[in-house]
Nanobody, 113 residues
Framework: QVQLVESGGGLVQAGGSLRLSCAASRGPFFINAMGWYRQAPGKQRELVATITSGGSTYYVDSVKGRFTISRDNAKNTVYLQIDSLKPEDTAIYYC???????WGQGTQVTVSS
């Protein structure tokens, strides 16, 4: 079974940026739609953004204009660029293979005010 490994989280000040990565352990990676989700303390996990195999993207309203999802199929990796970070973006960020249903282990993003 393909494993997903997230990285790139950390502690940043409000207004800063982070680039999260999600690497699949093996291909074929280019077939499946991928998504980024997040779970803030005490809240349910929520969808943030998705990207299809062809590169079409979707963002929830709360992150439009600040988050950018992309993928490099040759590297079996999907990215989430997060700009203009806000304290309310603090959460564990997970990637998911939407077709197969596989989740990564998550990477913590903490934004200080």
């Amino acid at each position: 079974q393909v494993q997903l490994v997230e990285s790139g989280g950390g502690l940043v000040q409000a207004g800063g940026s982070l680039r999260l990565s999600c690497a699949a352990s093996r291909g074929p990676f280019f077939i499946n739609a991928m998504g980024w989700y997040r779970q803030a303390p005490g809240k349910q996990r929520e969808l943030v953004a998705t990207i299809t195999s062809g590169g079409s993207t979707y963002y929830v309203d709360s992150v439009k204009g600040r988050f950018t999802i992309s993928r490099d199929n040759a590297k079996n990796t999907v990215y989430l660029q997060i700009d203009s970070l806000k304290p309310e973006d603090t959460a564990i960020y997970y990637c998911r293979d939407i077709v197969v249903g596989t989740w990564g282990q998550g990477t913590q993003v903490t934004v200080s005010s």
